[in-house]
Structure formats: C-alpha cells, structure tokens
C-alpha cells in the first residue's frame, strides 16, 4: 500500500509541475499576442504580418491574408480592446515537436465585436509564430457602416 500511495503522489507532483509549464507557456504565448493586438492597432494592416509563421503563408498567401484583415478592418474598424476568454496548451513530440497554444479573444472593434482564436506555436529550439487565425463575427457593423473610398 505504502508504494501505491507513493507513485501516486509521484505521480500528483509531476502533474502539478506540468500545470506550472502549461501556464508559463499560456502566459508566454498570450504575451505573444499581446504583440499581434498592438500591431493590429496600427494604421498599416500589414504590421501583424511579420508575427506569422512561414507555415501560416504556405497555405493561405501573404495577399489574401491581407485583404482579408484589410476587408476586417473596413468592415469593423480598428480593434480597441481585447479579452482573453479561453486556452489551450498541447506539448507536441515527434515531427511537429514543440508547444502550440490556442487562444480564444473577445475582440470590440470600432465597429464590431469579434471572437478570435490565435493558433500559436514555439518549436523546441525558436520563438512563437502565429500559425493559425480565425474570426467569428459576434455583433455585426450595421449596414452601410463600411469604410468606403472615394476617387
């Protein structure tokens, strides 16, 4: 009995040390994001672009990447504030080693209110990379509410 009581309680204190990494790595990837939001807050829609991965430009192009956050921000404006609501870390091994977190934001725009999930990931010898980005439109801009341009 005295061995089952210490493997377990081995096993407790590696599970609890391994929820100090998760929460390091949330906090280390959230700070990350920190980074994409200030961007995002910029004028020029391009300045979040360097904060992505190359993989993240294999499958979607840097111009259609763009034109989707430049037809967002036209849409709904410039995002004035931001909440992280959820995450999720995951240690990866093997051939996509290293840690990927997910963070899930309540996003207002000027405009408009968004969920946002940031796919973040840091390879076991680099830095974070956004590799995945998506939007839900919450509360939509009324109609006619676009930016337009005039010639």
Same mark, same amino acid.
């Given at each position: 009995?005295?061995?089952? $009581?210490?493997?377990?309680?081995?096993?407790? %204190?590696?599970?609890?040390?391994?929820?100090?990494?998760?929460?390091?790595?949330?906090?280390?990837?959230?700070?990350?994001?920190? $980074?994409?939001?200030?961007?995002?807050? @910029?004028?020029d %829609?391009?300045?979040v672009?360097?904060?992505? #991965?190359?993989?993240?430009?294999?499958?979607?192009?840097?111009?259609?990447?763009?034109?989707? @956050?430049?037809?967002?921000?036209?849409?709904?404006?410039?995002?004035?504030?931001?909440?992280?609501v959820?995450?999720?870390?995951? =240690?990866?091994?093997?051939?996509?080693?290293?840690?990927?977190?997910?963070?899930?934001?309540?996003? $207002? =725009?000027?405009?408009?209110?968004?969920?946002?999930?940031?796919?973040?990931?840091?390879?076991?010898?680099?830095?974070?990379?956004?590799?995945?980005?998506?939007?839900?439109?919450?509360? #939509?801009?009324?109609?006619?509410?676009?930016?337009?341009?005039?010639?």
């Amino acid at each position: 009995m005295t061995a089952m $009581r210490a493997s377990l309680l081995a096993a407790c %204190v590696v599970m609890a040390l391994s929820a100090c990494d998760f929460a390091q790595d949330k906090d280390a990837a959230a700070a990350y994001a920190e $980074r994409y939001f200030a961007a995002a807050t @910029l004028e020029d %829609v391009s300045a979040v672009l360097p904060l992505y #991965s190359p993989r993240f430009f294999a499958v979607t192009p840097r111009e259609t990447w763009l034109d989707t @956050l430049q037809h967002l921000r036209d849409r709904c404006g410039t995002p004035t504030a931001h909440t992280l609501v959820n995450w999720v870390v995951t =240690h990866n091994v093997g051939t996509n080693a290293g840690t990927t977190v997910k963070l899930i934001y309540d996003v $207002r =725009h000027e405009r408009c209110r968004t969920t946002e999930t940031l796919v973040i990931f840091r390879p076991p010898d680099g830095g974070f990379s956004i590799i995945g980005h998506f939007f839900q439109m919450n509360e #939509s801009a009324p109609a006619g509410s676009e930016k337009t341009t005039t010639t």
